[in-house]
Nanobody, 126 residues
């Protein structure tokens, strides 16, 4: 069974950090681009970051412009897992975070992704 499972969400104060994990089962993530999206209440789901497949060459990484320098995406092939390290969190980062996978290259449209996790809540509040 193909499955993506997110974990690592929670509640933090502004300026804090969290590391989200996206673990795959039923398929190997190395051949897939993995993206993180987020959806805040009443807002559209938006792209956060993406890492392209590592099967043929070094993975490329992409970030939403507003998040560069605070978020870092990485993959651990041995654990079949992709991570999103989030630092200096702000209340505006509060959302449900989803990971999604598609073969090979990243794409900005969420409709391009074939596999989705169930989401993990991130709340940033003092």
């Amino acid at each position: 069974q193909v499955q993506l499972v997110e974990s690592g969400g929670g509640s933090v104060q502004p300026g804090g950090s969290l590391r989200l994990s996206c673990a795959a089962s039923g398929f190997g993530l190395d051949s897939y681009a993995v993206a993180w999206f987020r959806q805040a209440p009443g807002k559209e789901r938006e792209g956060v970051s993406c890492i392209s497949s590592s099967a043929s060459s070094a993975s490329m990484t992409y970030y939403a412009d507003s998040l560069k320098g605070r978020f870092t995406i990485s993959r651990d092939s041995a654990k079949n897992t992709v991570y999103l390290q989030m630092n200096n969190l702000r209340p505006s980062d509060t959302a449900v975070y989803y990971c999604a996978a598609k073969y090979d290259l990243c794409h900005s449209s969420r409709d391009a992704y074939d596999h989705w996790g169930q989401g993990t809540q991130v709340t940033v509040s003092s």
